[in-house]
């Protein structure tokens, strides 16, 4: 935690400067001295990560958080491995992380989308396509996912919103391999518990 | 069932795409908070400029001293050191240190945070930074590489006109700096060919020091307590151990619940130690200090440390 300061050569998305070969690790390790380094990690995994952040807490608040995100990896970055090659996970992780400061505000949005769903579809009938089913679960759904633990719902939301690779979901949890897909999976059936009870 | 979750969710969010102009509006954002952050380069060997040795020692009476030199990876149990029960629990001590620090809207928070330089064994970068707690934007960094400062960055409203962002950096190295002003409620300029944007972008207030403390302390989940000493002072202790790559422990006044220390041991590096302390708002004069007489003033084009 340190204090905010500014700059006032106000740049803003010029030219990139940072070789586009360099992988994530070499260009964190290079962000100390090489702001364009850093600016090059910034521009590779913005909008997933900006779009992980609104799909979980909503477009308002996730310009906020996504810098919050990038300031963190930042300040962080000399413990990220210069020998790994994509930091996206590990990125998802550090929002992951700040996003549980808002959990509460998180569920409560979850509850209004089910609510919103419901009233846009109170007569709704689930055709047999996947797709219409889907739609017809989507109050439902928001309400399970409202009523989980935080932690359930993180790994539920870092694998569908994060498109994340079976082996990666561990390096955004800090957690080992095994363990991940112990979560992942308690999480889910935990979640199609919820889910048979609203929707019975 | 993960497909039915995400297709429902990207459905629902289609339309939270990032367009150029917003990601260039966070990148200017980040780039304006992570800017200033300490440098990991060789620092010749430069005296301190008089101005600054005033400073830090002011800040080294003020601050304790660190429990492990910051040196190398060390376990947890050498953060934690043997530490007797406390009354009270870990979640009631976390509590009232979130309570505290939501009552600091005077106070002038001075953050020295020291971390072992990767790839320099035995140098410890050390930052030590100025915050107030009644005002966002005024704040003071000053860095020190090696036991030689580096840079000296400081930020205030002018006075007279709000809105208005005054900034000094100082380079002790080459006894330069360079002044500037910025609009706070600029347009933002967008990548070549790209359409302006549709309005103008008032900056948001940044949050205060204790502000983002309070955020940190939040955000963590601390399940030991106990007591310990700091310099022969009582302190409480709160260790957080549930991410396993990252052990943190917070050592909170008894009497104020108030932090002054936070270690943190991540993988793959040493002890960061941050030390906190707490001044009245009555020292807001240590938020700014001018540069040392026979500083030379350079434009940002001639100004020695680059972004």
Redesign the interface.
Known sequence: VTAATTTTSSTVLGPLDAPPQLHDGRLLAAAGSDQAAFRAVYERHVAAIHRYIAGRIGRDAADDLTAEVFVTAYQRRNRYSRERTDARPWLYGIATNLMRRQRRAEARRLRALAAAAAQSRPDHVPGPDAASQADGLEPALHAALASLGVRDREVLLLAALGDLRPGELHLALGVSPGAARVRLNRARSRLRSRLDKETT | ??D???????A??A????D?A????????????????????AAPGLAVAGGLAAVTVVVAAASVQPLDGGGGPAPLASILRPIAPASASAAEVRRRALVALAQQSDSILV?R?R?PI?GRPGVISE?T???SNSD??A???LIVDGGVAVLQ?E?RQLTGRPGF?E?I?YDPRSNTYVR???DLA?R????PGMPPPARSAKQ?V??T?AE??R??V??CHPRVVGHAAIDGKDVLVLADTS????HRVLYVDPATYLPIR?VER????GLVT?DYTWLPGSEAGQLWADPPVGAREVS?HDFPVK?
Do not use: C, Y
Not at chain 2, 15 to 18: G, R, Y
């Open positions: 069932m993960t039915t979750v995400q297709r429902l969710l990207a629902r969010f339309d939270a795409t990032l150029d917003r990601a260039a509006s966070i990148w200017r954002d980040v780039r304006r908070r992570t800017v200033l952050r300490p440098r990991r380069r953050t945070e971390q990767v930052s930074s100025w915050a966002g934007w704040s003071r960094l960055t930020q962002l900034s950096e500037s002003v910025s600029h933002p300029r967008t990548k948001k940044p949050p020091a983002s403390l955020n940190a939040a955000s991410e396993p790559t990252m936070l991540p993988d793959g590096i941050i940002q972004d």
